[in-house]
């Protein structure tokens, strides 16, 4: 006896993510990149990757849908709410997802499967893990006097949110 036709729920999520990804391919509007943000078995926001229609290099799916659901909720905080992804998060994609606090990442595809297909973000893992001097990227700190001005002027205020 069946009792429900419907996926399980992370089955569910994960295929919209790769359908989204997969349309996106396929209409020309982006990468093969596709994610949805879930809140109590409710969807939020979707996103796929327009960075190349929108000369954005930070419009990712993650980051699209992420911003979506930071407007539906209205709050920059995604505690309560899930990503679910057609492949595997890249850093600055995990740094926003962290940085919206959200509670799980689920993915399809790994970064190995991206690379494959020529979407390779390792050069910026190993690029993080080096000191600022040995990247490639010229990173020069410039120390001015009152360079935390803005820090003092942030910790003054008495209705700061800090997280």
Not at 23 to 40: E, I, Q, Y
Not at 50 to 61: G, K, L
Request: hydrophobic share 40%.
């Amino acid at each position: 006896m069946v009792l429900s036709e419907s996926p399980p729920p992370h089955d569910r999520w994960i295929g919209m993510a790769i359908e989204l990804a997969v349309n996106n391919v396929l209409s020309g509007h982006g990468g093969p990149f596709g994610a949805v943000v879930v809140r109590d078995g409710t969807l939020i926001s979707e996103g796929t990757n327009v960075v190349t229609t929108q000369n954005d290099p930070t419009a990712h799916a993650e980051i699209v849908a992420i911003r979506r659901a930071c407007e539906v909720l209205g709050t920059f905080e995604l505690r309560d709410c899930v990503i679910y992804t057609s492949c595997e998060p890249c850093p600055m994609c995990l740094g926003a997802i962290y940085w919206a606090r959200m509670e799980a990442v689920y993915f399809a595809a790994t970064h190995q499967d991206a690379s494959k297909s020529g979407f390779d973000d390792s050069f910026i893992y190993e690029e993080m893990v080096r000191p600022i001097a040995a990247r490639k990227l010229k990173m020069i700190q410039v120390p001015l006097q009152g360079s935390n001005r803005s820090f003092e002027a942030w910790k003054a205020q008495p209705n700061r949110v800090n997280d």
